[in-house]
Nanobody, 130 residues
Framework: QVDLVESGGASVQAGGSLTLSCTAS???????????MGWFRQIPGKKRDMVAS????????AYAASVQGRAVIARDNAKNTLSLEIRGLKFEDTAMYFC????????????????????WGRGTQVTVSS
């Protein structure tokens, strides 16, 4: 019902900033604002962790403790896009970042349950060096 493509991953120095983008293509009859959206990240050998989520209208956001205060998730429902800005990048932010969508009418706040997200992009790599 929705295809997701991430972009914006890069190699950056610690302390820098980066903005990731995700573009959604929805099936006919399925509007982008039908979906809760989220960003996840994963390093090899580890489970996929949720980074941030945003409600269907963009009014409610939630962040993992690891990025709280450093990240901003946003969506543009007119353009079918999702973004994630992370400031003050740390080495531990190094990971493959994935965009995901959840077909939900409601997600309890904070919406950070990765099991609820069933549509995934292929990821974009972020590498932070000291």
């Amino acid at each position: 019902q929705v295809d997701l493509v991430e972009s914006g991953g890069a190699s950056v120095q610690a302390g820098g900033s980066l903005t990731l983008s995700c573009t959604a293509s929805t099936a006919s009859g399925y509007a982008y604002n039908r979906y809760y959206m989220g960003w996840f990240r994963q390093i090899p050998g580890k489970k996929r962790d949720m980074v941030a989520s945003i409600s269907r209208d963009g009014g409610v956001t939630a962040y993992a403790a690891s990025v709280q205060g450093r990240a901003v998730i946003a969506r543009d429902n007119a353009k079918n896009t999702l973004s994630l800005e992370i400031r003050g990048l740390k080495f531990e932010d190094t990971a493959m970042y994935f965009c995901a969508a959840a077909d939900l009418l409601y997600c309890p706040d904070p919406c950070l349950d990765s099991a609820l997200f069933t549509y995934w992009g292929r990821g974009t790599q972020v590498t932070v060096s000291s």
